[in-house]
């Protein structure tokens, strides 16, 4: 959703053919679309992609941000628009009469025939036919199976990653279908397979696009599913859930006894604990192997799973409360226990012990300001985000400081007023405070503050395309300056970009009523590049 997700869509004018607003991207763009007499759309945008006639992501965000009306289509009409997106009505009726003519014979020999060819249809009607008569699937075929979808004999490389990948993930999805006929005992055992697999595939899988964390996930899930319905021994539950995650690399098992707690119940969470603890005990002060981490996330579980925050206190403080994350997670075990003040007081330690991670802050920030609403301390949420704004300045936390403003109901301008003062203190990035004057459309004083302070080229071009309707003697030297750049020797596959970038230079000399200048310009461009024949032919086709 972007910046329409966001809020920085809105929308000034709607009429029937015309909806208008503004969006605010590195600066606040005025963006339109329409239908013109014929009924064919329409757009512009102030932005550089739509100046260049393109439709841009911030023609999206106003799209997104205007409330369609429901089509109402009656019964009838509802079925033949579906009809018309699918285009295989006919075909399917046309089908389903012919099928219905046949014996019975005819349509047991072409499934069969089907089944033959398509294994995953094969063992779902053999699963079908299990469940009919009262007995269970063939468990050894299908760990063949998966065996045979994870081919754990070759290397996979990144170019057959994803193909690798896709053949695993249908037979995860046909062992889905297993705990919905009636085996889910079968597909508990056939999952914890299925992950033990997955994890030897780490040794011999290019997993450069994360392929394997998907499929760790699918399987975490499916086990989950498939153990609420298989209602085993929790206890023999617990123990398998321990081995499986102290010894795998992947993590769908993660804290398994806090995710697990409804199914284990009292006994197997008091296996888990039993198992766990010792090992967790057992650990030296500060201990960073990978097989601590395992045993003490695997302990933070248990004390998740008991719901008792003094647990989950206990065990993050022996090994240390190292990142604002843990503060975090100890806040949000005494609000889930209806124990507000001291999940405050959690989140304030939190945020004064990371003074210097700003980065980390957020969604303890979050969590704090939203104890503080609940308590209805609406003052305090918001000093929350002014603690943030003077930490760590920048359009993300001038922004969330004013939304909490209005969500408390209070006058935005003057928190406007103050939040811009303070930013306008030499202590604070001058890069800081024009993107936000950009952003509130000060873009003259952000013009200002670039002379004054100084700012990178990334601004400088945000800076001059805010400026160049106005001021484009000021525009011209900036982008000038970006064309050097783009025309490096290194870096020839910029040109098309350098020679867009020309042409708008070749626009703001033409409206200064200045063309001599702009082919002073070109001149140069030649006389330093004119060995570069990609480039000559480039510039060639605008005729330069």
Same mark, same amino acid.
């Given at each position: ?15 029937a ?35 260049d006639?393109? #439709?841009?992501?911030?023609c ?56 033959g ?12 036919a ?5 007995t ?10 998966l065996?045979?979808?994870?081919c ?26 297993l ?24 040794q ?25 319905k298989?209602?085993?021994?929790p206890?023999?539950?617990a ?40 090992? #967790? ?7 960073r ?36 994350d ?29 003074p ?50 209005r ?82 020797p ?38 330093e ?16």
């Amino acid at each position: 959703m972007g910046y329409a997700g966001e809020g920085r869509a809105e929308r000034t004018v709607a009429t029937a053919d015309r909806i208008e607003g503004i969006v605010r991207g590195a600066m606040p763009y005025q963006v339109a679309l329409w239908l013109d007499d014929g009924g064919k759309p329409g757009w512009s945008c102030t932005c550089p992609v739509g100046e260049d006639g393109r #439709f841009c992501k911030h023609c999206v965000a106003l799209a997104l941000c205007e409330e369609c009306d429901e089509i109402d289509l009656d019964e009838d009409e509802e079925d033949d628009w579906e009809d018309g997106l699918s285009g295989e009505s006919g075909d399917e009726d046309t089908l389903r009469a012919y099928l219905r003519g046949q014996g019975i014979e005819r349509l047991v020999d072409l499934l069969l025939g089907q089944a033959g060819e398509d294994w995953r249809l094969r063992e779902r009607l053999l699963a079908e036919a299990a469940a009919a008569g009262g007995t269970g699937v063939d468990v050894e075929v299908w760990r063949n199976q998966l065996e045979v979808a994870f081919c754990g004999d070759d290397f996979v490389d990144y170019a057959e990653a994803a193909s690798w990948a896709h053949g695993v993930q249908q037979a995860i999805e046909a062992l889905a279908e297993l705990v919905d006929l009636g085996h889910a005992s079968a597909v508990v055992v056939l999952a914890e397979h299925a992950h033990r697999l997955a994890d030897e595939a780490v040794q011999y899988v290019d997993d450069s696009d994360g392929w394997l964390t998907g499929i760790s996930s699918d399987l975490g899930d499916l086990h989950l599913r498939a153990c609420k319905k298989a209602a085993g021994d929790p206890v023999a539950l617990a123990r398998r859930l321990v081995d499986l995650e102290l010894s795998s690399e992947l993590e769908a098992f993660y804290r398994a006894a806090a995710r697990y707690a409804g199914v284990l119940g009292e006994a197997g969470l008091a296996e888990y604990g039993r198992l766990v603890t010792p090992r #967790f005990e057992a650990l030296e002060p500060g201990e960073r192997r990978v097989g601590a981490f395992r045993v003490t996330q695997a302990m933070v579980g248990v004390a998740l799973a008991s719901g008792d925050p003094e647990q989950l206190v206990e065990v993050k403080t022996r090994v240390g409360l190292r990142i604002p994350d843990d503060y975090c997670e100890i806040a949000k075990a005494f609000a889930r226990a209806g124990r507000d003040g001291e999940a405050v007081d959690w989140a304030e330690r939190g945020l004064a012990a990371f003074p210097d991670r700003a980065w980390q802050a957020p969604p303890l920030r979050e969590l704090l300001a939203e104890l503080h609403r609940r308590g209805g301390r609406a003052q305090e949420a918001v000093d929350v985000f002014w603690a943030g704004l003077a930490a760590a300045p920048s359009l993300q936390s001038y922004r969330r400081l004013l939304d909490e403003v209005r969500t408390a109901g209070f006058d935005p301008s003057g928190w406007r007023d103050k939040a811009l003062e303070h930013l306008r203190g030499d202590r604070h990035p001058a890069s800081t405070l024009i993107e936000v004057l950009l952003y509130e459309e000060l873009v003259d004083e952000a013009w200002r503050v670039a002379q004054a302070r100084g700012c990178d080229q990334r601004q400088w071009m945000t800076l001059a395309r805010a400026r160049e309707k106005t001021h484009p003697q000021d525009a011209i030297p900036i982008y000038e300056r970006e064309v050097a750049a783009l025309l490096q020797p290194v870096k020839s596959k910029l040109y098309p970009s350098a020679v867009d970038l020309m042409a708008r230079i070749q626009r703001l000399y033409e409206a200064q009523g200045r063309p001599h200048g702009f082919a002073a310009y070109i001149a140069r461009v030649r006389a330093e590049h004119g060995r570069k024949s990609s480039l000559m032919g480039l510039m060639a086709r605008k005729r330069w």
